[in-house]
């Protein structure tokens, strides 16, 4: 028995009891058997997910097909003044104001232009289209294969993030201690097929 209370212990110990209580409701409420330890720590990813707002496929392509917004502009109260300043100008004047504000805004960290933009509610739909070589390379002209292209890898990054988010602290410590071993060794091998090769 005591073995078993350490399993429990070994998979959920990271997470915290509200967590931990959320995540036994929401398995209990299904009308399973008792849960195992693994069990337990999938319904607590399953409620992170919902929590973390990641959007449905469709609705992330949704998002993609709308993404083009105007956003407006931002000014902090100096750039409010030197655009106050554009108005009401004529001719050089005008050209002199307008200048001051854009070598303004190009400086300050709290103003923005305003204009067309992507928006996306969720920073996954954002990297999918960044990593499929953004919208303008997405849409094709061909709905269906968009669509479905966009899905697929977006089915793949959520499905990795969420990996990467559940990996209990001691995978997560292994994973990184290993990495840089990996990749020395890809390395090594690497540099001995080039050589077998030449």
Same mark, same amino acid.
């Given at each position: 028995?005591e073995?078993?209370?350490?399993?429990?212990?070994?998979?959920?110990?990271?997470?915290?009891?509200?967590?931990?209580?959320?995540?036994?409701?929401?398995?209990?409420s299904?009308?399973?058997?008792?849960?195992?330890?693994?069990?337990?720590?999938?319904a607590?990813?399953?409620l992170?997910r919902?929590?973390f707002?990641?959007p449905?496929?469709?609705?992330?392509?949704?998002?993609?097909?709308?993404?083009?917004?105007?956003?407006?502009?931002?000014?902090?109260?100096?750039?409010?003044?030197?655009?106050?300043?554009?108005?009401?100008?004529?001719?050089?004047?005008?050209?002199?104001?307008?200048?001051a504000?854009?070598? &303004?805004e190009? $400086?300050?960290?709290d103003? !923005?232009?305003? +204009?067309? %933009? @992507?928006?996306?509610? &969720?920073?996954? $739909?954002?990297?999918?289209? !960044?990593?499929? +070589?953004? %919208? @303008?390379?997405?849409?094709?002209?061909?709905?269906?294969?968009?669509?479905?292209?966009?899905?697929?890898?977006?089915?793949?990054?959520?499905?990795?993030?969420?990996e990467?988010?559940s990996?209990?602290?001691?995978?997560?410590?292994?994973?990184?201690q290993?990495?840089?071993?990996?990749?020395r060794?890809?390395?090594a091998?690497?540099?001995?097929?080039?050589?077998?090769?030449?």
């Open positions: 028995m073995q078993v209370g350490a399993s429990y212990l070994l998979v959920l110990e990271d997470l915290g009891s509200d967590e931990l209580k959320a995540a036994a409701a929401h398995y209990l299904t009308g399973r058997f008792f849960p195992t330890p693994g069990d337990l720590r999938s607590a990813m399953d992170r919902i929590s707002g990641i449905a496929p469709l609705e992330a392509w949704a998002q993609v097909q709308n993404a083009l917004r105007h956003v407006p502009g931002v000014a902090c109260e100096v750039g409010q003044r030197l655009l106050d300043a554009c108005a009401g100008k004529a001719d050089r004047a005008y050209y002199d104001a307008v200048n504000h854009g070598a &303004h190009d $400086v300050c960290d103003c !923005r232009r305003g +204009g067309y %933009r @992507e928006v996306y509610s &969720h920073e996954l $739909v954002e990297r999918t289209v !960044r990593l499929l +070589g953004g %919208r @303008e390379a997405l849409m094709t002209g061909n709905p269906a294969a968009d669509r479905k292209q966009f899905i697929d890898a977006y089915r793949e990054i959520v499905d990795r993030e969420l990467r988010l990996l209990l602290p001691e995978v997560q410590k292994f994973l990184e290993h990495q840089g071993a990996n990749a060794l890809r390395m091998d690497l540099a001995r097929k080039l050589t077998v090769e030449a």
